[in-house]
Each structure stands twice: as structure tokens, then as C-alpha cells.
């Protein structure tokens, strides 16, 4: 790319962001400033190695997980565990809390912190048992008018046979459908990798959030790699191409705002993350909450069939 | 002393055969085909039954009664928003496919007849860079529940594909909801949809609309899996079952309604748009 289709790029960047309703709020200015900050960077940066820089934040050992989320900005939080079917899902939390003086329902994926745990929550890839109980917590939250927050982090379902045998397809079908039917307000953030169909499963909101450093991807530049280069060792080619970060999901409108993180990525200091998403989230919903289910239910469905570039 | 002639001696130090098949064999039983005899058996092997690949148009002129089918959308092209090069520019690769196939891209929709009752389809094409979803082929589909609303007739959803198309990047992971919404609001407007799975129905497309139908069949043999064998294991290094992820292990776990041979599809679409009519 020559510089000037850099900064015609950039331009084009920019100008979609001040048409973000999410970035108009003087709270979230420092927001704006920070990706201005951003771009500035990508500037002075080849625009690949900030792309390669966001796939490794995302994949941080160290980056909060749902669960450091929960503890700082979920009071009264109760878990909810098994799709009452099969089986308790560990690379999937959901459950009930009180967050900004609201019931809501939370689901997210959950990878491990030590080896043992890491097992147990199967790297955050969930099996079918997992997008059953989230949408069983779904239906909790229709019914009793909560709104649903989903913090998406996962390097996609979890390929495996028993999983394909429980259905891993038609779950992940069936999950956005859910999603497609809620009448209650729903945001989702894509808090570090937003991997494929695993990822877009709980992602079918009326406000889809990413952080800073997060990645949203239709497959691992690792795979994408294997299968069009015939070499996972391209990997950073591959991310470079199909431009996985925060600012090119939000330039192709798949998302709706980006939600800032501590200088250095959010795995430098949990607090400060948890409080820069806790903000974020608490303005979508009351946002949302202003409008008519019916009315969300639309306007989300019409979002996400406009999506997608076409002759 | 044998009256026969030893011949098993002079073939001892042969060297083996030369792995030359002939370009028209069965890839399930060795069995060679002519080509006109195949295409009247429905691209189906008259001595296995295997079942090959059948493009969206000539599926469409098996199902549609005779003058009936009414292309829509035809002019829906693919467009390259990331300016998208693996070892080849997208661009490229989609002009290639188009001139090789015939088709504008992986799904062909349209209008038509089966046995008298009027219905939508929504055929998708494997042979068009592997059936892949991109933004085109989700708008295509979308169209399709549409017009099938707006007319009030069944959709009949033939899906052939190896799931989202990379090139397209996050966009064409985005087709996945939104087919799905397209088709939440099908079932909202209480308009049928009959899924038809050929080979392969896998990743993306298995888990948006694919999955979603009031009725699912399945050509027999066909690979019908979010995450295709080779992946798993290679991946997980478990060893697989030898039907694994195919149309016979989906319907023994309850994925899908019934296996129906190619040849018996049509009399089994119509049997059921009797009963949804």
C-alpha cells in the first residue's frame, strides 16, 4: 500500500468513528482520543505489525478472562451451571447478577489460567452443551425481562468428535437464532479472541462492543495460514489479510463501538480494564433500555442482514 | 509335476503397476462411468450408488417442473473489501470461478414449481470456489427468504459448501447471523423451509441456515460437520470413527430427518409439500 492509500485509509477510519453514536458522550471521549492515539500509531506503524501486535495482546496469558470481569462489576453474582441435558460446559460460564442496579444474564467463555484449569475449561472452546446452556439462560432472561451482556473469548468451538456427534453445528445455529428471537436489550463484547463460530454464537447483539486489543476473526490466522497458504507459519501473512483488530471490524461495520483499554492492553491492570468495559457496557444498556423489545428485535435482525459488502 | 506353467516366477521382481486411473472413476467403488450415463442416473454410480457432486443448475432443472424456474438475483456479485491476496488476489480467484462454473456465485435462487406447488429455492453450488459463503451468497439467501415470504411459499434449501469464504474475512462470518436472521423471520411469517444437504455441508453454513429448517434430509455419503475430519484430528489427534461426520453417523445422533437417495428426492420434497401445503 502507498502512503497515500494509507491516509485515505485512515481518513475513511476516522470519519466513521465520529459517526459512532457510542463515541459521542463526553465519558467516552477519552475514548476517541485514544484511538486517535491509535491511528496515530498505525500511522507511524506498518499497519501489519499493529494488526500482529493485537492478535498476541488478545491471546495474552495474562489478559483478564469473564471471570475477573465478573468479580469486579458483578454484585450478587450467582453461576448457572449445565444445559440440563448432558452436561456442565466449563469453556462456557453463564449466570445471573446485579450490575449497575439491574438483574442482568451473563455468558461468556472462560479459558484457564494454570494447566489444570486450562484442561478443565477446554482452552475456552465450547462444545455444544456449552451454546445449550446459554441459550437455557436465554430463555431465563425473556422471561423475565433481563437484559443479556455476553463476554465473547474463544479460539472457536472445540473441534472434536463428541463434540460433532452432539451437534456442534446445529448448537451454534440454534444459539444465534435464540439471540435473533430475545426481546430484551443485549450487548456483547468481544474481550480478547472472538474466534469463528464459537465466537459469533453469543455475539448476535443489539450493541456488539470490542476491546481495544481484541481480535474478531472468522478463523484463526493459524488455520486461515494452513489452509490458503498451505503453511500454519504464515500466520502473521494470513492476519495481515483478513485484518482481524478492533478498528478494521469496526470500519467494516461489523461492530458498533470499540471499548478502550489501560495503556499496554488490558493485562497490565485488570481494575482499570474492568472499569473501562464496566462503562462501556452500562451505557449500551441504558441506551437500549429506552427502546421497545419488539422494536430491538428488529432493528438488531436489520443490522445483522445488512451486514456484508456485495455487487 | 504341474501341467500348468508357472507364471507367478516372472512376475516376482515386476515392478508394481502404475497408479494410473482412468479419469472416469468412481471414487467410492473403482467402477468406470461414461459421462451421458452418469448425467441420466443423476450423477449417481450405477454400481454403488455413490453420489457425486450435482451443480446448482442441473438440481435445479431435477426438482423444478419443466419452464417453471425463475432466476432472481442473478446480477448479486462478490466484491473484495479487503483487497484480500493469499497466493492469488480474490479478485482473481472469483473471476476464475465464474468463467469455469457459469455462475455469478455459489448459490443460485429463483422462483419455480415442483409437482404443481410453487416454491422458493435457494441452491447452492460447490464447484463455485467450494460453495464458500461470502457476502454475496448471504445476501442471496436473505433474498430468497424474503421473496418466499412476500409470496408465501416454501422454501426448498439445497446447501453444498465448505463454509465461510476466508477471503472475505470478518464479513463473511457475519452471513452467518445474518442468514440466520433472515431466517428467523421465515419462521416468524410461519413459511416452511425444507433443508436438502448434499456433500459437503460443513462449518459456517452448517451453523447458520443450514441447521435451521423444519425438515432436514441428506444425500447419502454426505459430510455433514462443523469441523471436517481431517481438522479434528489433527487437532485432537483422537482417533475417528470410520463414518465420522457423515450424513449416516448425523442421522443415528438425530441432526437430521432422514437419508434420501438423489433419485427419490423429488417424490419426497413433494410428499412433504402436500403436508406443509
Not at chain 1, 35 to 58: G, P
Not at chain 2, 209 to 228: K, M, Q
Request: aromatic letters at 6%.
Amino acid at each position: 500500500m502507498t502512503e497515500r492509500d494509507q491516509e485515505l485509509n485512515l481518513r475513511r477510519r476516522l470519519s466513521g468513528l465520529s459517526r459512532l453514536p457510542l463515541l459521542r458522550g463526553a465519558r467516552v471521549d477519552g475514548e476517541a482520543q485514544r484511538l486517535e492515539r491509535q491511528l496515530e500509531r498505525l500511522k507511524a506503524d506498518t499497519s501489519d505489525e499493529a494488526i500482529w501486535r493485537s492478535v498476541e495482546l488478545a491471546r495474552h496469558a495474562d489478559r483478564p478472562y469473564t471471570m475477573d470481569y465478573v468479580e469486579r462489576l458483578i454484585d450478587d453474582w450467582v453461576e448457572l451451571h449445565g444445559d440440563r441435558g448432558r452436561a456442565d460446559d466449563g469453556a462456557l460460564v453463564t449466570g445471573l447478577g446485579r450490575f449497575g442496579g439491574r438483574t442482568i444474564a451473563l455468558i461468556g467463555h472462560q479459558k484457564g489460567r494454570d494447566v489444570k484449569e486450562r484442561l478443565d475449561r477446554q482452552f475456552g472452546m465450547a462444545y455444544p452443551e456449552g451454546y445449550v446452556k446459554a441459550m437455557r439462560v436465554m430463555e431465563i432472561a425473556e422471561r423475565f425481562g433481563f437484559p443479556v451482556v455476553s463476554l465473547v473469548d474463544t479460539p472457536g468451538a472445540y473441534p472434536g468428535v463428541a463434540a460433532e456427534q452432539h451437534g456442534q453445528g446445529g448448537a451454534i445455529a440454534r444459539s444465534q437464532a435464540e439471540m435473533a428471537r430475545l426481546t430484551v436489550p443485549t450487548v456483547a463484547c468481544i474481550i480478547g479472541e472472538g474466534g469463528s463460530g464459537g465466537a459469533v454464537a453469543i455475539a448476535v447483539a443489539d450493541r456488539v462492543l470490542m476491546q481495544e486489543n481484541a481480535i474478531y476473526s472468522v478463523i484463526t490466522p493459524e488455520g486461515c495460514a494452513a489452509i490458503l497458504w498451505r503453511d500454519a507459519g504464515e500466520a502473521k501473512k494470513a492476519a495481515a489479510a483478513f485484518k482481524p483488530d478492533a478498528l478494521h471490524c469496526l470500519e467494516l461495520g461489523v461492530i458498533d463501538g470499540v471499548v478502550a483499554e489501560p495503556a499496554g492492553g488490558a493485562q497490565t491492570n485488570h481494575d482499570e480494564a474492568a472499569q473501562l468495559l464496566g462503562g462501556a457496557l452500562l451505557e449500551a444498556l441504558e441506551e437500549l433500555e429506552e427502546t421497545p423489545g419488539e422494536e430491538l428485535r428488529r432493528r438488531r435482525r436489520a443490522k445483522f442482514r445488512g451486514m456484508g459488502v456485495y455487487a | 509335476m504341474s501341467d500348468q506353467i508357472d507364471v507367478h516366477v516372472e512376475h516376482r521382481d515386476a515392478p508394481p503397476p502404475p497408479e494410473r486411473k482412468h479419469p472416469n472413476t468412481c471414487p467410492s467403488c473403482g467402477s468406470h462411468y461414461r459421462d451421458d450415463e452418469l448425467e441420466a442416473a443423476l450423477w449417481v454410480c450405477g454400481q454403488c450408488g455413490h453420489h457425486f457432486p450435482m451443480g446448482a443448475r442441473a438440481r435445479i432443472d431435477w426438482y423444478a417442473d419443466e419452464g417453471t424456474f425463475v432466476e432472481e438475483a442473478a446480477d448479486v456479485r462478490s466484491e473484495d473489501p479487503l483487497e484480500f491476496f493469499d497466493l492469488r488476489p480474490y479478485a482473481e480467484r472469483l473471476a476464475e470461478a465464474e468463467l469455469n462454473t457459469g455462475l455469478g456465485e455459489a448459490a443460485v435462487i429463483g422462483q419455480a414449481a415442483i409437482d404443481g406447488h410453487p416454491v422458493q429455492l435457494a441452491v447452492m453450488d460447490f464447484t463455485f470456489m467450494g460453495g464458500s459463503m461470502g457476502s454475496a451468497v448471504g445476501e442471496k439467501f436473505s433474498r430468497a427468504c424474503d421473496s418466499a415470504i412476500e409470496r408465501g411459499v416454501p422454501l426448498v434449501s439445497v446447501t453444498s459448501s465448505g463454509g465461510a469464504r476466508m477471503q472475505e474475512g470478518i464479513l463473511s462470518l457475519m452471513q452467518l447471523p445474518k442468514t440466520v436472521c433472515a431466517v428467523e423471520d421465515l419462521h416468524d411469517a410461519h413459511v416452511p423451509m425444507l433443508t436438502v444437504m448434499a456433500h459437503p455441508t460443513t462449518a459456517g453454513v452448517l451453523a447458520s441456515f443450514a441447521s435451521l429448517g423444519d425438515v432436514t434430509i441428506a444425500e447419502p455419503g454426505a459430510l455433514i460437520a462443523f469441523t471436517g475430519p481431517r481438522v479434528v484430528q489433527q487437532t485432537t489427534r483422537e482417533k475417528l470413527p470410520d463414518d465420522f461426520g457423515l450424513a449416516e453417523q448425523n442421522l443415528r445422533f438425530g441432526h437430521i430427518d432422514a437419508i434420501v437417495p438423489r433419485a427419490d428426492q423429488r417424490a419426497h420434497l413433494v410428499r412433504l409439500l402436500r403436508l406443509f401445503a
